[in-house]
């Protein structure tokens, strides 16, 4: 077995084993994640990824059995954990308004509290499948075609404006995939616990489960088409473009619950995705002719997600005062 391919099956099945501990461990049973118990598990993800980060620093360093080397670049320890920290920070910051479109999905679908979860994780699970899939067709196009990166940075720009444009009462109901889905899937109107699967009359029927699950995962297709451009922004490294996706996507889960009910008064953290998003795409399509260097990118996404957070808290206590 060659290097590569035993440090990517080492993290793949690390991963995998993590995903199975969560369902068949910690919630074997269906039930309401507090908001307590939510920022736990998530502080725990979160560190899981900067003990992940200080492997990379090694690795890349010290060039473990050639690693560093075999990349497209050669990359030291500290720019690969720069890059690495940038692009998880960026992940993190665009799966704050997938958790908005996810809300929407529970509450036009009615799912109960106590069911939330198990749709969070199968298409989490997905996600990730569908990013790694995204990530090597996005690796190899670049890697041919440079003029790629051009497209590539003009859709982060066109996902900013689309961004600011998206409504926060649009109705899950009106998007085509959702419509056809309908028409196409037969649907029980009832809820069979948390499956997705039962049989009426006999007949095997998809529950309202199966539908919001299909819901999911089709909004993550449409924000991977944001997500993975803009790492590609920050590190053309495959391993730590997909690294860092799966990190950001394992803590989505949680951060659903933690910020399920705050997430309407983060009034502006919007514009600073969308800056974010508009940044990305600039310093991609100029990556040919201006070199931005990494710490500078995670500078501004810090700097970004802090003032977006600071001033929804702010207007939001405003507004309760007044």
């Not at 391919?5 to 690390?14: H, K």
């Not at 993800?45 to 360093?61: D, G, H, K, P, T």
């Amino acid at each position: 077995m060659t290097t590569a391919l035993f440090i990517w099956c080492s993290f793949i099945a690390v991963i995998m084993g993590l995903i199975v501990l969560d369902l068949l461990v910690l919630h074997r049973q269906p039930g309401v994640i507090g908001t307590r118990t939510a920022l736990k598990y998530w502080a725990g993800w979160m560190a899981l990824a900067v003990l992940f980060n200080v492997y990379i620093y090694f690795l890349y360093e010290t060039n473990w059995l050639g690693w560093g080397l075999s990349q497209i670049r050669d990359l030291d320890g500290a720019e690969a954990s720069l890059q690495f920290l940038t692009g998880y920070l960026i992940e993190l910051s665009l799966s704050i308004d997938n958790v908005f479109v996810i809300m929407m999905i529970f509450e036009f679908m009615r799912v109960p509290p106590a069911l939330q979860h198990r749709v969070l994780f199968w298409g989490i699970l997905g996600a990730i499948l569908l990013r790694a899939l995204m990530i090597l067709l996005g690796a190899a196009l670049i890697a041919k075609f440079d003029w790629v990166t051009y497209v590539l940075g003009a859709i982060l720009i066109v996902s900013a404006g689309r961004m600011l444009a998206i409504s926060s009462e649009t109705d899950p109901s009106d998007i085509l995939a959702v419509r056809l889905a309908q028409r196409l899937i037969p649907v029980s109107p009832q809820f069979d616990g948390a499956h997705f699967l039962t049989r009426v009359d006999g007949k095997l029927l998809a529950t309202p489960m199966f539908l919001t699950l299909v819901m999911v995962e089709w909004a993550d297709v449409v924000f991977a088409v944001d997500s993975v451009p803009a790492i590609f922004a920050v590190t053309r490294d495959p391993f730590l473009v997909f690294t860092s996706n799966v990190f950001a996507i394992l803590g989505l889960r949680t951060l659903f619950f933690v910020i399920s009910g705050m997430v309407r008064e983060m009034a502006y953290l919007k514009f600073s995705l969308v800056f974010i998003l508009t940044f990305v795409g600039i310093k991609m399509i100029l990556g040919h002719h201006l070199d931005i260097p990494s710490w500078v990118s995670l500078v501004v996404v810090t700097v970004s997600i802090a003032v977006g957070v600071m001033a929804s808290l702010w207007s939001a206590r405003f507004r309760a005062n007044d």
